[in-house]
């Protein structure tokens, strides 16, 4: 026997370092090649990071929420010879990082569009520790795990029971050796799962809850907290909030979905905004701008790389819409539902998930009447949607008629747009948007 000694590979081009943010073996636990044995975690994608070789763990190195320099040592296996031999002859022949370190792997990204989307099913290879193996034909076993023996799930998986109080314990995994899917936990649920109980008993809804819950901050929540202190920190916010009629463009968006053709995406409000921002930005370029407070340099852009800022069950992502000035309504739809789904399924890719020169941020139907939302760096502007409602309103011959109305809040880096060109900005904005037709000419 021998001992192989795995080091952290490149996790992705110019990535010198990654967070731990899950070990999914432990001391003493039999280990396949290709087996996920980590999850870390860099700039805004979690990825799995494979084992080796075939062997026995016998030392790991780090703790979730630890950062790790690519190239360190952080798992010590027992193997044969031969299997170490292969694994050094494999590392050697394939192309190197600058450290000399093993080529990157495949990873997944496991995110939860805020849309309600649900997370792709996750594939792993196989791990051995647990018995259970999938049969050679007619589906794959149901496999519980053994008493006091943590389920094997993905992080992603994990999120979802613990938001949806589910005990993994209880639920029959259908993956490789087991392993726990989003579908198995669906259909654990619509058959009547059981579920952990927090009353602690009592009269039902009346029992204290006294329970204190210690959780590391770590991966990415780590990261968007890092980024939101020095945004607040380092830019001087101006908030803009006006109110939007959108009477007409409802009765437009509504009329056009009700006549597209059938290979033509749905129409959200979301699209016809970033139109609107399209045709108003050329004239506050300052908005649609990058801006280096150190080097006292600001990039303004003539194309528009829209973020859409959309939340997960770690935190905050922002997919990028690229160059939608380019683009008409249904493009922007188009090209919005495949960022989506790229995320929901963990295929997003760095470059889809950087380089926005301007964001857009929306909660949806519980975007209350005005949010404050915090620009993000190094951009100047965001715009911030929310809830759409019907109020009365006055019409121009002073009768009260129902009006849908909807509030932009807006935020600005105050070293670099005045309030007055916000306003302009945003004034520009509502016009095209109540008068729906100026979009399309």
Known sequence: MTEYRYKLPDVGEGVVE??????????????????????????????EVPCAVNGKVTKIVGEPGDVIPVGTEI???????????????????A??????????????????????????????????????TPP?????????????????????????????????????????????????LDDF??????????????????????????????GLRRKIAENMQKAMRDIPHIAYVEEIDVTALEDLRQHLNATKRDDQPKLTFIPFLVAALCKALPGTPQANAHYDGDAGVLKQYEGVHMGIAAATPNGLMVPVIRHA??????????????????????????DELSGSTIT??????????????????????????????????????????????????????????????AAVLIQKVKSYLENPATLFM
């Open 18 to 47: 990654a967070e731990i943010v899950e070990w999914r073996v432990k001391v003493g636990d039999i280990v396949v090649e290709d087996q996920p044995v980590l999850d870390v975690m860099t700039d805004k994608a979690t990825v």
């Open 75 to 93: 798992l010590f296996i027992e193997t044969d010879a031969a299997s170490a031999e292969a694994a050094k002859d494999e590392a050697a022949e």
């Open 95 to 132: 192309p190197k990082a600058d450290n000399d370190v093993p080529p990157p792997p495949a990873g997944e990204v496991s995110t939860k569009s805020t849309e309600g989307g649900k997370p792709a099913e996750e594939k792993s290879p196989p791990r051995p520790a647990e018995p259970a």
């Open 136 to 184: 050679a034909s007619g589906g794959r076993k149901a496999v519980t795990a053994p008493s006091g023996q943590r389920p094997l799930a993905s992080p992603a998986v994990r999120q979802r029971a613990l938001e949806l109080d589910v005990d993994l314990a209880a639920v029959p995994g259908t993956g490789p050796a087991g392993r726990i899917t989003h579908n198995d």
């Open 189 to 218: 649920i619509a058959a009547g799962g059981r579920l952990i109980s927090k009353t602690g008993g009592g009269s039902a809804g009346r029992a204290p809850r006294t329970g204190v819950e210690e959780k590391k901050v770590i």
């Open 325 to 350: 000035e380019a683009m008409d309504v249904w493009e922007i739809a188009a090209e919005l539902g495949r960022l989506a789904k790229a995320a929901r399924d963990g295929k997003a890719s760095r």
């Open 360 to 421: 857009i941020t929306s909660l949806g139907a519980i975007g209350g009447l005005v949010t404050t939302p915090v620009i993000n760096a190094p951009e100047t502007a965001i715009i911030g949607v929310n809830k759409m409602q019907e109020l009365p309103r006055f019409d121009a011959g002073g009768r009260v008629v129902p009006k849908k109305l909807m509030n932009l809040s807006s935020s600005f880096d105050h070293r670099i747009v005045d309030g007055y060109d």
